[in-house]
Each structure stands twice: as structure tokens, then as C-alpha cells.
């Protein structure tokens, strides 16, 4: 959602402070609404990283700096609130998830608290006990490390929990389908039928029959049996996501993959404008315009009508997202060189001529492209196609952002600093455990040290911004925080996956605040606590920059401040959760 344009007034510099290295105090003409003193703050600002009280006005900060300094914005009906020492720092940000997806899989016949085979057995069973008949069984959530040696799970499992009636069951990531036999029945998929562009069904390599996992595209063979998404069912799920995210102390994210029509009309952005008009929209939004593979070059008028409706409606949608690759463990993630043992490489779903001259159009359109990329050889076109668009046009302040990168050719790591490409990590991902084994398998030990390289990204200047990728994984920032740092998994024993590509905590905060703040183009909105932002807070029960790293996903967010109000949890802690 686009920032409506606030007054305010920029206020004078107090006396330099001489203890500890404090934000800059300022003192307020007019009086602040709320006071927070008695605080840690942590501001996110290089130039004074810490506080100990901010004051706020109208939605935005008026005053930073002691709380000796900041007392002087109180007025008579100033609400001053002691924050007994906690830690308050800028609320976090999100560079990729897909709040549609997480909320509507959530509300299904939900996989994700599952973590075995018989645990989504069990569920998908109450999921049929409870809504009798002979209708589809539609949810998502299980996880590709459940299932080796290759990720995909076959229809065995489901037929015998129902043959009468068609279950269907998308990954957390979004790039397979499991289903039983009545649902290929109903499809008519059988062993004759090919594999559409950009898609596979998986095959008995023996028989050819389909096994009961579906890739990439050929998910849409499946389609006509769900049941059609409903505006209410778009608006519920963006509802949930905003509550969910809130609660974990986000307020931004950036929406990585929304579809819209050629006359610039979208289901979702309709959706997104009818949660804002009933003031549920309590996040900042970027939203990606999917880029159709199917279609060539000829859908950018498309494309920029729908960001410019979306525009008209209040809401921002610059950036467009090229999924450009699949996933490792299924080899439909594209390598430079072929998998461990075999032949494949994986491929492109958007040839390399074809990105690169949407990548220069989109630049001198002045909007921003964002890539999916997996594997190595993914990652390369994605540079190589902003590296062109530089060469032609300049460099312009576009912002192109890569997500995912679970690996990096060396040779391209220096490049995102050299040509001003985000990194979005999923910083949750950095870790051993059972889908980074499957993982490693297929790509081998030397590409294996080229996994989630975050710590190369930063010494070679380049920027990172985390993004959780939900609901493929936690969005909760803490637990990214701590994986950051650690390259563990939270509470995990195993050893830690690369440890020289850790971060130091103030990075990883960084690049969930500032930077995520950044590629939304809201830096100088949002992002760090600094005189005139919009008051975007979040308040933590235990000061992260005290704790151990193992331990930072014991800490519980207290509050979730949004413009200047609570949006989550109380300011004194009586409901945190």
C-alpha cells in the first residue's frame, strides 16, 4: 500500500549527546501524542544506532534521542510510557512472500504443522472425515525433505486414504503438486499424456505411469478440479496474513508473484484495495506483477496497465517477477553444470534474450524486476540480464532484487555490489536439515559450499534484504535473525551449514528493516527510527544484543507499532504473544 503524504515538521538539532553513542536528541515544537522512554533503542541509523526514548506525533517521530532530551516533546495530555528497558527497534520488513498463497493455505486442509508422513496422513484424514461427500480435498503445506531421495511424493499414500474422491496437495514452495489417483483420473493424466512446456509429471521410470507428483506447470493440469478462489476468499486470506505478520512484529512486505489481465485488471489488487478501505491493510505493500511465461515480450502494455490501475487505487505494483528456474531436489532448478551424477542441468522457463530485453524495457520504465532464482546457472541470467539493461540505459534507481540464490557461482558473487542488485536471502533456509540434505545430493560437495553465500554477498558490497518466502517457511524475523547468525537451525544440534557465511546481528537487523524498507523504495519512509519516519516500531520482551545468538528465538515480540499505533500487543506488555 502507497504512503499517503503525512505534514510534519522537521525539528531542531538539541545538544550533541556525550555518553554512550546515543541517537541525536531533538526537540519538538509541538507536542508529541506518545512518549517511549526508558527504553533500548536500537535505531537502525548508522550515523547514532542507539536511544533511549522516541516521541511521537500524528504517526510519525518527532523526537529521538535520552529520555532527559525527548521529555521535553511532552505536553499535557502526552501519553508517556516507561518501557521498564526494552528493546525498541524499527518493525520488520519482508522482501518476499506470498501473503494469497500463505493465508488461503492455512485456511485449507492445511499440511504445515505436519513433520512426518503420518502426521499429514493423520490430517489429511480429519480433512476427509470432516467435510463428508465426494468433493475435492484441496490444502498445501508438506515439505519436499519428507519425501527422498527426490522431493515427490507418489499417490500411494493418498489412495489409501480416499479413492473415491480427488486429493490435491501443493508443496510449501509452491512448485509441485501431490495427488491421488482420482484426482489424475479426473485430469485425465495418464502415461500417454506429455509433460506440458515448463512443467513435468512424475513417471514410474519403469511403466511411465504417473506416480502422483506434479512440477512446475504441469500443476495446471489439475486446475479445473479446485475450486474456483472467490474475492472473499482473496480478501480473508490477505486479512489473515496481515494479523499473522503483525504478530511477529512485521509491518511491510513485498508481495512476490500476483496475476492480472491484460486490460491491467487483478483479482488481488481488487482484493488488497477492499482490506485497505476497511483499514485491515496494517502493512506497507510492494507488489510484483507475475511475468507470464508463456507470453513473450508483447505483455508489457499489459503489464503496465495493471500498475497503473493499481496505482490509481492507492497501491504500489513497480516491480515484476520473473520465475526464472524451479527447485534443486526435483532438478528443475538450472545449473551451469549438470546435477551430481547425471546429465541434467535443469532449464530456463524464460529464455535469455527474451529476460534481458524485458529487463532493459522494464528499466527504462523506471519499474523494478525481481528474479527467482535457484540454481546457479538462474542466477547468472538474472545478472547478466541487469548487467545488459545497465549497458544500455545507465544505471537508474530500479532496484532489481534476486530471491532465493541457493547457490552462487563464485564468479558472481562480487557482481550483485557491482551492479546494485539486492540478495534476497531466506535466512531460515541457511541451515542443515532434511531438504538442504536432499539438496546437497543432487548438486555435490564443491557446489555445496556455494549454498546461501550471504557472508560473500557483504564483503563484496553487496546489500541483502530478508524475506521469508512464506509459508514456505516461518516468516517469524527472530528465528531468521538467529539462523543468520548462526547458520543453525533454532534449537538445532547439527552442524552449522557454512559458518563463514554468517552475518553479524546488526546486518541481519539491517536487512530486515532498512534494506527490505530500500527495495520497496520506502527508505526514506521507513525502516530505521529517525526524526520524521513514520513511526514503525516493533518492542521485543528480551534485548537481542544481549543474548547469545542460540538464543534469540526464545524472545516474543510485545508490541507491533504501525504509524503510530498499536497494531499488535500492548506498549506495556499486558498481551504479548
Known amino acids: 500500500m502507497t504512503r499517503t503524504s503525512h505534514t510534519f515538521t522537521r525539528l531542531a538539532a538539541a545538544t550533541a549527546l556525550t555518553a554512550l553513542p546515543l541517537a541525536a536528541a531533538i526537540a519538538a515544537p509541538e507536542k508529541a501524542d506518545v512518549i517511549l522512554t526508558n527504553a533500548r533503542v536500537y535505531t537502525v541509523d548508522t550515523a547514532h544506532p542507539w536511544a533511549e526514548a522516541v516521541a511521537i506525533r500524528a504517526g510519525r517521530i518527532v523526537a529521538v534521542g535520552t529520555s532527559k532530551q525527548v521529555k ?11 518501557m521498564g528497558g526494552k528493546l525498541v527497534m524499527p518493525s520488520f520488513g519482508d522482501a518476499h512472500n506470498h501473503p494469497v498463497f500463505g493465508g488461503m493455505s492455512h485456511t485449507g486442509c492445511a499440511l504445515h504443522d505436519g513433520h512426518s508422513v503420518d502426521d499429514y496422513r493423520r490430517i489429511i484424514a480429519k480433512c476427509i472425515a470432516d467435510s463428508p461427500g465426494t468433493s475435492v480435498i484441496h490444502g498445501g503445506g508438506w515439505e519436499d525433505g519428507l519425501f527422498p531421495p527426490n522431493g515427490v511424493p507418489t499417490k500411494g499414500v493418498l489412495d489409501a486414504l480416499s479413492s473415491t474422491r480427488p486429493l490435491i496437495f501443493e ?9 491421488n489417483s482420482k484426482a489424475l483420473e479426473l485430469a485425465g493424466i495418464t502415461r500417454d499424456t506429455p509433460d506440458p512446456a515448463n512443467g513435468q509429471i512424475n513417471r514410474d521410470p519403469k511403466t511411465g505411469e504417473p506416480v502422483g507428483g506434479l512440477q512446475e506447470a504441469a500443476q495446471g493440469l489439475v486446475a479445473k478440479l479446485v475450486p474456483a478462489t472467490t474475492a472473499q476468499d482473496l480478501q480473508d486470506a490477505i486479512t489473515y496474513s496481515v494479523k499473522h505478520f503483525n504478530a511477529l512484529g512485521i509491518t511491510s512486505w513485498h508481495d512476490a508473484g500476483v496475476e492480472w489481465q491484460a486490460d491491467g485488471s487483478s483479482a488481488v489488487i481488487d482484493a488488497y484495495k477492499a482490506v485497505a478501505d476497511k483499514g485491515a491493510l496494517t502493512v506497507d505493500v510492494a507488489i510484483d506483477l507475475k511475468w507470464k511465461n508463456e507470453q513473450g515480450i508483447d505483455q508489457l502494455p ?3 496497465k495493471a500498475s ?5 487505487l492507492g497501491l504500489t505494483a513497480r516491480s515484476v517477477k520473473f520465475y526464472i528456474d524451479g527447485v534443486i531436489p526435483q532438478q528443475t532448478a538450472y545449473m551451469l553444470a549438470p546435477y551430481e551424477g547425471t546429465s541434467e542441468r535443469g532449464s530456463t522457463q524464460i529464455s535469455a534474450a527474451t529476460l534481458a530485453a524485458a529487463t532493459a524495457a522494464l528499466d527504462k520504465a523506471g519499474m523494478q524486476s525481481h528474479y527467482h532464482t535457484i540454481g546457479d546457472g538462474a542466477t547468472r541470467e538474472a545478472l547478466d540480464a541487469v548487467a545488459a539493461a545497465r549497458k544500455a540505459d545507465g544505471k537508474s534507481d530500479t532496484r532489481p532484487m534476486i530471491s532465493h540464490l541457493n547457490v552462487i557461482d563464485p564468479a558472481d558473487q562480487p557482481r550483485f555490489g557491482q551492479l546494485g542488485v539486492t540478495a534476497i536471502f531466506q535466512p531460515l533456509w541457511a541451515c542443515n536439515e532434511p531438504y538442504m540434505d536432499l539438496a546437497k545430493e543432487r548438486i555435490g560437495p564443491v557446489r555445496s559450499q556455494y549454498i546461501y553465500p550471504a557472508g560473500n554477498i557483504v564483503k563484496f558490497g553487496g546489500r541483502l534484504a530478508y524475506g521469508a518466502d512464506w509459508s ?6 527472530l528465528l ?6 548462526t547458520r543453525v537451525a533454532p534449537g538445532g544440534n547439527l552442524p552449522p551449514l557454512g559458518a563463514e557465511q554468517a552475518v553479524s546481528l546488526e546486518r541481519a537487523v539491517r536487512s530486515y528493516t532498512l534494506d527490505v524498507a530500500y527495495v520497496n523504495h520506502l527508505d526514506k519512509e521507513t525502516g530505521s527510527i529517525e526524526v520524521g519516519k513514520s513511526a514503525d516500531l516493533v518492542v521485543l520482551d528480551k534485548d537481542i544484543f544481549k543474548l547469545k545468538p542460540t538464543q534469540i528465538h526464545e524472545t516474543k515480540v510485545v508490541a ?3 504509524r503510530g499505533k498499536t497494531v499488535y500487543g500492548s506498549l506495556d506488555g499486558s498481551t504479548a504473544r
Open 171 to 179: 508443496s510449501t514452495g509452491g512448485h509441485s503438486l501431490w495427488v
Open 472 to 477: 514456505v517457511a516461518s516468516a517469524d524475523p
Open 302 to 304: 499489459g503489464l503496465i
Open 72 to 82: 521535553k516533546a511532552a505536553g499535557k495530555s502526552t501519553q508517556i510510557v516507561d
Open 308 to 312: 497503473e490501475r493499481a496505482q490509481s
Open 480 to 485: 531468521g535473525l538467529e539462523v543468520a547468525l
Open 560 to 562: 507491533t507499532v504501525f
